[in-house]
């Protein structure tokens, strides 16, 4: 018994932070995300699908992004549940209730847990919907599954924790749930745990959209009888370490479906240039310029340079002034005393204002040793 586990695909978001034509691209390729799903439904197999809420961003979706999706979802050729969030809460007009769905849709609608059994896998998929945008209460409070020789599974949208505005479950009633897994939605980052018996997981969403959903994305495969594994997310995307669940073996394997990544690189000046003569790259780049200069580099000149090979790229300077510039501020010259007054006032200073009082002390520099900043 295998099943494909994926949420948050915030179709039809807005995309701030890049031009029109790139906004619009993204939003295509946000609007493939099923699509690209049944693919890997199809050549993994699945018996199952499980998609535990805000597959839309919110309440205004194009009537092509729905049928894309529906679509898609009927290609799957699977049993598909769906667990609506908080972005795409179930009421009268959403979507899900507006639109028709393949016969192999079944959607929750209300936010009491339901079961529905699937005798032909001697499985049970319990879940619930958001009616509103926020939800206080613990969707899985007082729920436990029967212990009747059946998998039993969750497909709830909720963030794991004791309080908070969007379904906060409480890892003591995942623990009571008595499932196998539990298909969480919500978490943008892919991430999971144990609770008692219970293997619970969030894959986080198909595509990044913003420097806050960095690295790899994609959707878990969760296999049933096989040796037990643990996902766990890491900066460089999910890594799996292995654990003993205990009577039912759970694996769940990330596998990654974007198209493109948001990736944040530190690197010296000297590193960026070698990273310049790389090849042309598909990801979203905020470079970070570290290490020490005696002037402040040229960002909007060096942005311009890399842009052609970065589907979008931005730097930010973190770079210092060379730490053997300070030894000369016991010179009794004017550059000495500009050097211990600067140096006493960068000691007070908060982040913001470092900033300000670096660019000063390199621009002070420049005016008293004659020098010349790249930047004048
Ligand atoms: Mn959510």
Redesign the pocket.
């Known amino acids: 018994m295998k099943l494909l586990h994926a949420s948050?695909f915030h179709l039809d978001s807005p995309l701030s932070g890049l031009s029109p034509e790139k906004s619009a691209l993204r939003r295509r390729e946000l609007r493939e995300i099923p699509a690209r799903l049944a693919a890997l439904a199809k050549e993994e197999g699945v018996d199952l699908v499980l998609l535990p809420?805000?597959l839309f961003d919110g309440a205004r979706v194009y009537p092509e992004t729905v049928r894309a999706l529906a679509q898609a979802l009927e290609d799957m050729a699977a049993p598909v549940f769906i667990a609506p969030?908080?972005?795409d809460c179930y009421h009268n007009k959403s979507p899900y209730a507006a639109a028709s769905w393949p016969d192999n849709v079944y959607i929750f609608t209300a936010p009491e847990m339901q079961g529905f059994e699937l005798p032909g896998l001697n499985c049970v998929v319990h879940g619930c919907a958001f009616t509103a945008p926020r939800r206080e209460d613990d969707p899985l409070r007082g729920f436990t599954a029967p212990d009747d020789g059946r998998l039993h599974l969750l497909c709830v949208?909720g963030e794991v924790g004791l309080v908070g505005s969007?379904a906060p479950i409480d890892p003591k009633s995942l623990e009571r749930s008595g499932a196998a897994y539990a298909a969480l939605?919500?978490v943008h980052a892919a991430g999971s745990g144990k609770a008692g018996r219970t293997l619970w997981a969030y894959p986080g969403c198909p595509e990044g959209r913003g420097f806050d959903e960095l690295g790899p994305k994609g959707a878990l495969i969760v296999s049933f009888g096989e040796s037990a594994r643990l996902v766990v997310s890491s900066p460089d995307g999910p890594t799996f370490t292995p654990v003993d669940l205990g009577v039912q073996p759970v694996a769940a394997k990330f596998v990654p479906i974007c198209r493109r990544q948001y990736r944040i690189e530190t690197v010296s000046l000297d590193d960026f240039t070698a990273w310049m003569s790389q090849g042309e790259s598909p990801n979203l780049v905020r470079f970070l310029l570290s290490g020490e200069s005696p002037f402040a580099p040229d960002l909007p000149a060096l942005t311009a340079q890399a842009a052609s090979r970065f589907f979008h790229v931005e730097l930010q300077d973190r770079t210092t002034l060379p730490s053997d510039l300070w030894a000369r501020a016991e010179e009794e010259t004017l550059t000495g005393l500009f050097l211990r007054e600067m140096r006493a006032r960068l000691n007070e200073a908060d982040e913001t204002e470092r900033e300000k009082l670096l660019l000063a002390a390199r621009f002070g520099l420049a005016a008293l040793e004659g020098g010349e900043d790249i930047r004048l």
């Open positions: 948050d809420g805000d969030g908080n972005h949208h969007y939605g919500h």
